[in-house]
């Protein structure tokens, strides 16, 4: 069992930055492959990023690549997600996940409760 927990959600200015945190407990941290996703009122969930176990392997939704960035300290058991420049279609609630690989993160079977991000316009 791994408990997920997001922090750094806020309003912010269109252009601006943030940074979220996914603090994990529980089983070991660094045997998951972890992820990103967010949801906006009305929309589906949709996937932004992840990283592979070791950190040494990072995916992106192709329209985010470049403007968020995923890292993960695993002495911390935390995983991280810069976005910068940011739209008001960011807007949306932040999802942290964890899965046994990338592979298989969209059907992740431990799903934090979700941190809200507002980009103001």
């Known amino acids: 069992q791994v408990q997920l927990v997001e922090s750094g959600g806020g309003l912010v200015q269109a252009g601006g930055s943030l940074r979220l945190s996914c603090a994990a407990s529980g089983r070991t941290f660094n045997r998951y492959a972890m992820g990103w996703f967010r949801q906006a009122p009305g929309k589906a969930r949709e996937f932004v990023g992840g990283s592979s176990w070791s950190g040494g392997r990072t995916t992106y939704a192709g329209s985010l690549e470049g403007r968020f960035t995923i890292s993960r300290d695993n002495a911390k058991n935390t995983m991280y997600l810069q976005m910068n420049s940011l739209k008001p279609e960011d807007t949306a609630t932040y999802y942290c996940?964890?899965?046994?690989?990338?592979?298989?993160?969209?059907?992740?079977?431990?799903w934090g409760q979700g941190t809200l991000v507002t980009v103001s316009s």
């Open positions: 996940a964890a899965a046994d690989s990338l592979a298989v993160i969209r059907s992740a079977a431990y």
